[in-house]
């Protein structure tokens, strides 16, 4: 997800994880963040990685965050603003400098509509399956 908004770059923990990345690669991080709904949060850490869009490639500092969310990872200034692009919310399109050409990432709503109804499927499935073991 892109969010112009949003003054740092996050990665959930199950992604994190899903990379093969160890908990020992995390860098300090102690500043409480402020969540969708204004909750405080607070991220286990943070890890540098780079990212690559098409023929591009950025340092992006991502705040690892343990905590349930339909996204892998929250994508934010910081990042736009490496990538010299540009976000469009009613187009669903990021569109960046590129070896002299301006590229584009389009975005679909069908898809991610269906990437956030696996994951809450999948998040009920999990606490479902948690509270059987706990009552046995």
């Known amino acids: 997800m892109v969010d112009q908004g949003n003054g740092v770059e996050i990665m959930y923990l199950y992604l994190y994880k899903g990379l093969g990345l160890k908990l020992g690669d995390l860098t300090s991080y102690d500043s409480p963040l402020i969540g969708v709904e ?10 540098k990685l780079l990212v690559q869009i098409g023929a591009e490639i950025v340092d992006v500092n991502f705040m690892v965050v343990d905590a349930f969310s339909p996204y892998t990872t929250i994508v934010a200034r910081p990042w736009l603003h490496a990538m010299g692009a540009v976000f469009s919310t009613l187009h669903l399109k990021v569109k960046y400098p590129s070896g002299g050409w301006v590229e584009e ?17 999948h998040q009920i499935e999990a606490e479902s399956s948690a509270s059987t073991k706990q009552s046995l």
């Open 105 to 121: 990432l389009r975005g679909s709503q069908p898809t991610a509509r269906q990437c956030m109804v696996a994951t809450v499927k």
């Open 38 to 47: 204004g909750k405080v949060v607070i991220p286990m850490d943070q890890i």
